[in-house]
């Protein structure tokens, strides 16, 4: 039981220690605090220097960490090892970005040599597509590419296009169509010509219902407008670890990209669903995109506990999430082309860690995944980071910038990022009663409009972040900054004894919405009066009166 372990026991008491220094005093105290608390990984440096942590606390964490098997954990995970036991299959994302020679065993068979080929497929298809060669039904080149999926068939790949569109060239742009939402669908097509535009269904089980929907749309679409059946296989290809299934949906087993078992949704970014992205910026950028994440997945694998930057920003996030009670975790990217980021964050970390069950079945008495939320900056700072600087809630921040932008104009990149600086410097100085009061003694305000403004004004500050930065969001920072949080969310799974690699809450959702479905199309209401509460009823039934209506 975490709780009863003498490491977290220790940090229990440490807690109230680190209640009576403030980060400002540590600052005043410690001018290498910055130096001290900074480390770099595959191209990224963290500076978690403006957290409530001293020396001592962060060898209370690496010993929590130690004393949870966080080594043996983590090698457990790159050898292919089961620690997806409710679904009993290992989680290997490490094998698709792996650049080292060696194999990695999944039941007796090494999988590199299928994970290569899929990759050597994957450049040959992009090759004809972006050189022409690989037309259309009017033998025109492909201009549009739509990538038809949801949850983790989506968002990564979003997330790295959008964050790569410095390097996608001219030649092909990219849709995501992913909501069951009619909306979605006719905004992405509208303005698509068909004669160009080429389709790729992803889906891990090839039984999603949003995006076997939005297929079977698109394929209509397609033949509504100038296609035939037999330029099906010219327009339309799939990423599945289900073939069977996606050839009975009509796809050509040719045009069909195999992901594997082994490869958990929100991870399949590095598989051949990442295959929108490798058309967008080229095979060439891809491979960069792997290389950064396997950059990462070494420095992960390899460096000690206290200088491994997904272990530490996992204890970090562990000392507030148990210790000091926060419920959520802000991402903050002050980055244009980064703003998909706290999306593809929040589905990786909230499906992976959002459980209150334990791997063997007991209930947790502990606190687990947050809630990871944000936005782009500095949007948010003249919205919701009021809330940050003097809300009752304690939410710890990520701030992520790049050194150099893509798009140098005027002197907007400084000014991003002396908002970015400035926010986490407010964040952990704060304001106190007393230089609220001298300020508004400046500005000339009586003694008694002073009593009620000035604690109104104070700005509690010690309030944790983390900086992290980089020389520029190029393919293979966008690769390594994207593995470092998987390997964090791993590392807290495992100090929590949950598994990371299941999704139930997501299954149950799908079951109940085929039956609320089957609801809403039945004819009469005798069927379904039995089967649902009052409320789900109503609501069906509310509905069904206006669609009868229509
Ligand atoms: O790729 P698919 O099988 O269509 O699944 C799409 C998504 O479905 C669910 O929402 C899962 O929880 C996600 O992890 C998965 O990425």
């Known amino acids: ?34 130096t ?67 194999p990695v065993m999944v039941d007796g068979k090494d999988v590199m040599p299928e994970v290569r080929k899929t990759l050597t497929r994957m450049k040959e298809f992009c090759w004809r597509i972006r050189n022409q060669h690989w037309r259309g039904f009017s033998n025109k080149p492909f201009t549009d590419v739509v990538s038809i999926g949801i949850g983790g068939s989506f968002l990564g ?50 039984g999603t219902q949003e995006t ?66 490798m058309l967008t910026i080229g095979h060439e950028n891809f491979k960069q995109v792997l290389q950064g994440a396997h950059e990462m997945d070494v420095h992960f694998r390899t460096a000690p506990l206290e200088q491994n930057m997904p272990v530490i920003m996992a204890m970090l996030g562990v000392w507030y999430i148990n210790f000091f009670n926060a419920q959520s ?43 990871i939320w944000g936005g782009v900056g500095s949007n948010g700072q003249h919205a919701y980071h009021q809330l940050l600087h003097q809300g009752t809630q304690f939410v710890p921040c990520d701030f992520i910038m790049p050194l150099q932008t893509h798009n140098p104009v005027d002197s907007f990149h400084e000014l991003l990022i002396s908002n970015c600086l400035s926010q986490s410097q407010a964040l952990m100085q704060g304001k106190t009663l007393e230089e609220a009061k001298e300020e508004l003694r400046k500005e000339g305000k009586s003694e008694r409009e002073i009593a009620v403004l000035a604690p109104q004004k104070v700005i509690p500050g010690n309030r944790p972040s983390n900086t992290i930065f980089f020389d520029k969001a190029n393919p293979k920072i966008v690769g390594a900054l994207i593995a470092l949080y998987e390997h964090k969310v791993f590392v807290q799974g495992k100090i929590w004894d949950i598994n990371s690699f299941d999704q139930w809450g997501v299954e149950l959702g799908k079951q109940l919405g085929n039956q609320v479905h089957a609801a809403i199309q039945a004819e009469g209401d005798t069927n379904i009066d039995n089967h649902f509460d009052a409320s789900t009823l109503g609501l069906i039934k509310a509905f069904r009166s206006m669609k009868h209506k229509l």
């Open 157 to 206: 790949p979003k997330l790295a296009s959008q964050a790569l569109k410095p390097y996608w060239g001219k030649k092909i742009n990219c849709h995501y169509l992913a909501n069951i939402d009619g909306s979605n669908l006719t905004e992405v097509l509208q303005g698509l010509n068909p004669e160009t535009t080429l389709f790729i269904v992803q889906s891990k089980s090839f």
């Open 1 to 34: 039981m975490l709780t009863s372990l003498p490491e977290y026991q220790a940090l229990s008491q440490h807690y109230s220690d680190v209640q009576q220094t403030s980060m400002r005093q540590w600052f005043e105290q410690n001018p290498n605090r910055f």
């Open 36 to 102: 001290e608390y900074t480390l770099q990984a595959a191209g990224i440096t963290l500076d978690y220097s403006k957290n409530r942590v001293a020396c001592e606390t962060m060898q209370k964490l690496a010993d929590l960490a130690r004393a949870r098997f966080i080594p043996e954990a983590i090698e457990a995970m790159f050898k292919g090892d089961l620690v997806n036991p409710s679904e009993g299959r290992p989680a290997l994302h490490t094998a698709l970005r792996n650049f080292s020679d060696g």
């Open 329 to 371: 975790h802000a991402i903050l990217p002050y980055d244009h082309y980064l703003r998909g980021l706290p999306a593809h964050i929040q589905q990786l970390d909230m499906e992976s860690n959002g459980k209150s069950v334990d791997i063997h079945g007991s209930k947790l008495n502990y606190q687990a995944g947050p809630i």
């Open 212 to 277: 076997l929907k939005n297929a079977i749309e698109c394929r209509q679409w397609f033949l509504d407008n100038g296609g035939q059946e037999s330029d099906l296989p010219r327009h339309f290809t799939a990423v599945t670890a289900n073939v069977e299934k996606a050839k009975a949906f009509g796809i050509n087993e040719k045009n069909i990209f195999p992901m594997w078992d082994w490869v958990g949704g929100r991870y399949s970014l590095w598989s051949a669903i990442g295959l929108p992205l």
